[in-house]
């Protein structure tokens, strides 16, 4: 990567194409319904429903929900559009240079749980926002595990930095890093699942890792690399483009892999407990919750991330040298899955 070329430079070539909004709903909305068909397929039994709606403010969107499937117990796949006067405070807090401005904000989100413990639940969320002279890309990719596969965990990293390395080597070492960073329980110390890429404020300029933490591991690769050298907003658009088509190559071998594989009381125990951390992160620490809540969402919609059961339980441990202890020992650690291999693996 090179320096950055002066900021008049950057001012002129970075401005966004007239067609912008028109061009990212439209990719929005057909990987809503890519993701959507893909996921029929692989389920085989439901299908989903959807339900559009109006923002009074300006904007709306599509929610999608599949329910007692063959394999997906609930998820969701929204689309979603909204424009307005009023930036939210979670946005100004970031970007202080965008107040004064009308916004627009667009992304397709996705939440899914499986019925099966054996299947992990997985996240995405690609989203693009622009408010006057203001704009950037921002969203990720994340799996979490309730029983411990190293094969899953680097098939689905593997897939991810193949459509990170189209646009640029250092895109997954930051993103990765910063997935890990984002996805992580504040109040109780651990991990959410095993990560993918997470990246926000991606506009052409300055450092890749544009996060809170300045002395974490994204922040300190990020700071390594020096200022990227300038991309501007086609680059940014390809590069969102390739991450969320390499979802369903990301996850669709996973589901297949394990669909089959029998369960009991313990492990569906297992697995709804650990749901209640998923309850938890979305409540406390989930962005795309915060900001559709500040700006006036679909609330049905912003909270279809939620799993429909769900259990807690007082001090829990689990018993030593079982799956349930090898994720916690293990799994919720990062780890360098992209070079994971079975043949090297101490996993």
């Known amino acids: 990567m090179t ?12 401005l966004p194409p007239a067609d912008s909004r028109d061009r990212i709903s439209q990719f929005m909305r057909s990987l809503q319904d890519s993701i959507c068909h893909g996921l029929e397929q692989l389920d085989g039994v439901s ?22 499937g063959g394999i997906f117990e609930q998820g969701g796949v929204n689309f979603s559009e909204v424009w307005g006067k009023q930036l939210p405070p979670s946005i100004l807090k970031q970007r202080p240079e965008a107040e004064g401005h009308g916004f627009y904000a667009t992304g397709t989100s996705m939440v899914l749980h499986p019925r099966n413990p054996y ?25 979490t595990p309730y029983y411990p596969f190293a094969e899953d965990a680097a098939h689905f990293h593997q897939t991810l930095k193949a459509a990170c390395d189209r646009h ?3 895109y997954y070492p930051v993103f990765k890093r910063w997935c890990d960073e984002y996805f992580y329980l504040k109040h109780r110390d651990e991990a959410r699942g095993i990560g993918g890429i997470f990246f926000d404020y991606q506009d052409g300029r300055g450092q890749l890792y544009r996060g809170p933490d300045p002395d974490g591991l994204a922040a300190q690769y990020s700071q390594k690399l020096g200022e990227i050298e300038p991309r501007d907003w086609e680059s940014l658009f390809g590069f969102i483009r390739d991450c ?19 369960y009991g009381d313990r492990e569906r125990n297992f697995q709804l407990y650990r749901r209640g951390r998923y309850v938890e992160f979305n409540l406390v620490y989930d962005r795309g919750t915060i900001f559709g809540l500040q700006t006036n969402g679909r609330t049905e919609s912003i909270l279809m991330s939620l799993p429909p059961l769900v259990r807690w339980e007082y001090g829990y441990q689990p018993e030593a040298n079982t799956p349930e202890a090898e994720l916690y020992e293990t ?7 992209s070079e994971w291999t079975a043949s090297t693996s101490k996993v």
């Open 3 to 14: 320096v950055s070329s002066t900021s008049e430079a950057i001012d002129t070539q970075f």
């Open 47 to 68: 299908t989903f429903k959807e339900d559009s709606w109006e923002r009074p403010e300006g904007g709306g969107g599509r929610s999608r929900v599949i329910r007692d």
């Open 119 to 143: 299947i992990p639940t997985v996240h995405l969320n690609y989203r693009y926002f622009e408010a006057g002279p203001v704009w950037w890309f921002g969203g990720g990719a994340d799996l």
């Open 168 to 170: 640029d080597r250092e």
């Open 244 to 262: 969320g088509d390499a979802f369903l190559p990301a996850y669709r071998p996973i589901v297949e892999r394990r669909r089959s594989m029998e």
């Open 331 to 337: 799994f919720l650690k990062p780890q360098n899955w």
